[in-house]
Nanobody, 116 residues
Framework: EVQLVESGGGLVQAGGSLRLSCAAS????????IGWFRQAPGKEREGVSC????????YYKESVKGRFTISSDNAKNTVYLEMNNLKPEDTAIYYC?????????WGQGTQVTVSS
């Protein structure tokens, strides 16, 4: 069964840091790109960052460049999102996702709350 499981969310003050993890199973991890998305209350889900596990190439949403770092550990089938200098506007549920075969797989999400 294809599965993505996020962890690492929590409550942090502005300027603080968190590291999210996305553990993958049920598919050949290195063959796929995995993305992080977030959805704030009352807003649409948006893409935050993405990594292509085959070559390590990355993408970042403009507003997180220089603050967030995505990485992957192919031996652990896990993608990480290191988030530094967090801002209240980063508050959202964070999801990881991958397009596997003909469908998009989502994790259950992890809540990140940044207090001012």
């Amino acid at each position: 069964e294809v599965q993505l499981v996020e962890s690492g969310g929590g409550l942090v003050q502005a300027g603080g840091s968190l590291r999210l993890s996305c553990a993958a199973s049920g598919f050949t991890f290195v063959d796929y790109a995995i993305g992080w998305f977030r959805q704030a209350p009352g807003k649409e889900r948006e893409g935050v960052s993405c990594i292509k596990n085959s070559d390590g190439s990355t993408y970042y949403k403009e507003s997180v460049k220089g603050r967030f770092t995505i990485s992957s550990d192919n031996a652990k089938n896990t993608v990480y999102l290191e988030m530094n200098n967090l801002k209240p506007e980063d508050t959202a549920i964070y999801y990881c996702s991958a397009d596997i075969s003909t469908r998009t797989v989502w994790g259950q999400g992890t809540q990140v709350t940044v207090s001012s």
